[in-house]
């Protein structure tokens, strides 16, 4: 702490450099999560080494920030608990980052920073906690966010599931858009960015629940990109929502009773992948309610519908964007799908539990 | 969100006059961690009517927040695991909040808003965890912060101890002080707001490990009123920590590292309850190396020391402070314990883990 930034860096850099191997024990133990000197070398050897930057390297009880002056913040938090850890297209440690950086674009936020936490079960396999914090750093990185304190605990043997991360994140709000269930109005479109239900699809497929072969991946992504084109294109947007665990089906039916108004769904406009649909059909699950990772719903006034599908077909992770329903006056606080034979039924919250951990 | 903050306040209001029992379950599902209809009525019927305010209450995906204009913000985060859930002097809950505000103060800031996540086991009884709910709006409103979101995760039985919380606090440092290891120098002096250990040991004795009767109690409070009374009294502070995991030895232990400068540490004159020292004896652990969780480490220039003195014992949580030695150019980068009887002693930072899940 005495160090120029210049220094701070050049530690950095020899850290990285250094292989983890030599100093770390094959497995987490108790002592690691004393405060002591083991925790300061698994500290040191992991998580400053994937995740350091000069405000972390202090190592104070608090990260000091300067905060944009004026602006409006975003806080958020995260518990990422998914099970199994590593599934196809992420890991807990990516998704522990773009879970709360999500949370903060929802909120029309850039996200700058965040903390992690860890609950570390004693037995551990250190060169997977080290696969996790690489991938959060690679993740970070990505998303363009810092991560500026962090805290780790170590519970006894079968007294947690190898490990769960709880982020948070503090982000800023530059534009004067105010998102929010009371700016929905009647004849608003309900847009999804893309397709529905991968994440919890490829998680349940990595369980070997299913006795499926597919090639379903994790939607994981930080989506604070596609959210601010989303709202540069137009100032029609009212709700921002990340539809993770309940699915689309969960965040409308929320949004439904929060503004008092009625959307209606057009069954034959969500777009949904093939091997979702089997997959869910396997499950008896229905794809609304399946966690998404990367994805975003947006009511915006129907002025500007357009240009936001544009603008997020424009972007990577909206190319699949489509239009998939309106809001009206009725029936208030409910969700309505119109099927393709012409009939609709109403959706409701996610009851029960058929996916648990997903996330 | 459609309604006014004197809406939002009366419905909060409601909330609390409601009784829990009637909507909730008796023990916790893992439905009530998937984001559905369970976990609606969980979020209602515990955490806003504990926890509600007008930011909580929009339940959106992330807080929005005015920053104080261009100051500096403090941001931390804390897991806590701590067994048993319930001890003498406080809970699991009331230690989440305490964990982040102090964190906080020692970084000079005052805390302002927390997140908190909750990682809960299948068949946690529902009363349990209203408790520890009531307990952290209880140390939020005495520490003078809100709790803008949060998060709920469960995991099936036998994946985690009942539960754990990690809470992450955002504060605005108001004040010029630089607070850092690299101001600290030789002639500075050591000052410990009050007796050492107690929290470690009364979680000890609360595991019935001790066979002990003892009216010992955790020293968990809010200490952030503390530090801002000890930052008025003089510009002499240069550096701040709370001692938790790994006590006193450990943080002063890094802070010799740290600022590659000795420590000189006077046995007489450390606050050590004849308790804590009985305890201590019977297993076998050093005091300097337990945790507490109200106290506060400062280094203070030799000047300021009897005004930071005076500061810290008019306030009630420092009537014990004490000035325990010194700060030295030699031995640099360690801890020197002189004892009573004019020896003396190196003092590592803590090996291995005596005390596990202490906080």
């Known amino acids: 702490m005495s160090r120029t930034e210049e220094e701070v860096l050049d530690a950095i850099e020899k850290r990285r450099r250094r292989p ?12 690691h999560g004393a405060g002591g000197r083991s925790s300061h070398t698994l500290i040191e050897m992991v998580f400053l080494k994937e995740l350091g930057n000069p405000v972390l390297d202090g190592l104070g009880d608090a990260a000091v920030l300067q905060a944009p002056a004026g602006s409006r913040l975003a806080f958020t938090t995260d518990a990422s608990v998914v099970k199994p ?32 936490s860890f609950i570390l079960e004693e037995g551990l396999d250190t060169d997977e906690l080290i696969r996790v914090a690489q991938s959060m750093g690679a993740a970070a990185r990505r998303a363009g966010v810092t991560v500026v304190a962090g805290d780790t605990k170590v519970v006894e043997r079968g007294m947690a599931d190898g490990l769960y991360i709880t982020t948070a994140g503090v982000g800023v709000i530059d534009h004067d ?19 529905i239900g991968d994440h919890g699809m490829a998680i349940m497929v990595a369980r070997g629940d299913l006795e499926l072969e597919t090639d379903l991946r994790s939607d994981t992504a930080p989506i604070h990109d596609l959210a601010a084109a989303l709202l540069s294109a137009t100032d029609e947007v009212r709700w921002l929502r990340d539809p993770t665990r309940g699915g689309v089906a969960t965040v409308l039916a929320e949004l439904a009773l929060a503004c008092e108004l009625g959307v209606v769904l057009d069954e034959a406009a969500l777009p949904i992948k093939d091997e979702v649909n089997g997959a869910c059909e396997i499950l008896g699950i229905d794809p609304l309610y399946v966690a998404n990772e990367g994805k975003l719903v947006a009511i915006v006034g ?30 208030p606080g409910m969700v309505l799908l119109e099927t393709a034979f012409g009939g609709s039924r109403v959706v409701d919250m996610l009851a029960g539990d058929p996916l648990p951990r997903i996330c």
Do not use: C, Q, Y
């Open 302 to 331: 129907a002025d500007g519908a357009n240009s936001a599908l544009a603008a997020l077909r424009a972007h990577p992770l909206g190319a699949d964007a489509a239009i998939v329903g309106e809001v009206r006056a009725d029936p």
């Open 85 to 116: 850890r590593f599934f196809p297209g992420g890991d807990i440690g990516e998704l522990a980052v773009n879970g709360t950086v999500n949370d903060l674009a929802m909120a029309g936020a850039r996200p700058l920073w965040l903390t992690a």
């Open 20 to 31: 983890h191997v030599k100093l770390m024990d094959k497995h987490i133990t108790l002592a």
């Open 177 to 195: 858009t105010n998102l929010s269930a009371a700016s929905v109005r009647p004849g608003d479109r309900v847009i999804v960015s893309g397709s």
